[in-house]
């Protein structure tokens, strides 16, 4: 009895010998007979990994250049999230499209499927596409800022919100006033805060009785004015004598201030034209106004 269950031991050894081996044979096969399929994925998945890390890569520069050159980098760095998603689904759809392709299957159907969807999505939401474009348009370009006094299609105000859809705009008299991105990319912009000197542009007009050396005083007197204001650009001054008006004299001073903002250009053109009021009343140089002379006489 003990040789009988000796002799079934070793034949369960060997029976398991044998399925080892069988099933090391099988694993090979398996392995020989798709190996090019391993090949294949591990040659996808590599693909797939160094695209993902380009595009990483790819978008880390562009946000330090971004940085380097633009004051509104936080704004402008608010669409690289958004455009290396767009960027790593178009990759992926790519590499899927070509996989399939090489399998045999046809892409003409598919590609046309995504084209009729992709041209409904576009259709649909071709205002909300564009708004996002003229969005970037506008930050990469530094057409304005926050804060900045703008006239935008006769729109004229302070930009006091830009976002991904529109651009909010605070008029004077304090109305907000929304304008989409699409319509501001392409519409005609002065952006009065970029002015890094404003002009003033004024007409002086005195009286047809005053006197030639007072003429002469007067104009004399509005180059001082200008040369003693230490906050206006002396070099591009002008004061000449402009036309005899209808009622008037008129003398035309131009000049710049040094400012660019609403604010101080409002308070040292003031201060100008009160200095002129002040230095021609003690000169006693009077100013002009419309009037009309009329002249009765008698029939005898």
Known sequence: MDNTIEEGISVLGIN???????????????????IGTFIEIFLIISIIIISMKLIEFLNKKIKENIITKHENSARLLSFCPILTKITKVLVLFIIAASVMQAHG??????????????????????????????????????????????????VEGTVINITLRSTKIKTLDNSIIILPNNVVANA????????????????????????NEKIERAIEILKQIIRDNDEVVTDDT????EKLNSSSIDIHLQAYVKYGDLANYRRVKEAVILEIIKRFRAENISFAFPSQSIYLTHEN
């Open 16 to 34: 398991e010998e044998v399925l080892k081996q069988n099933h090391w044979e099988n694993f090979l096969n398996f392995l020989k007979d798709h």
């Open 105 to 154: 299957y046809s892409m003409t159907s598919l590609v046309a499927g995504f084209g009729i969807i992709g041209m409904a999505v576009s259709f649909a939401a071709k205002e909300s596409i564009a708004n996002i474009f003229g969005s970037f348009s506008i930050l990469y370009d530094k057409v304005f800022d926050l804060g900045d006094y703008v006239v935008i299609n006769n």
């Open 188 to 211: 005609l912009i002065t952006n009065i805060s970029a002015i890094e000197k404003r002009r003033i542009d004024e007409i002086i007009g005195i009286t047809y009785d005053t006197p």
């Open 238 to 241: 002008l004061v000449y004598l």
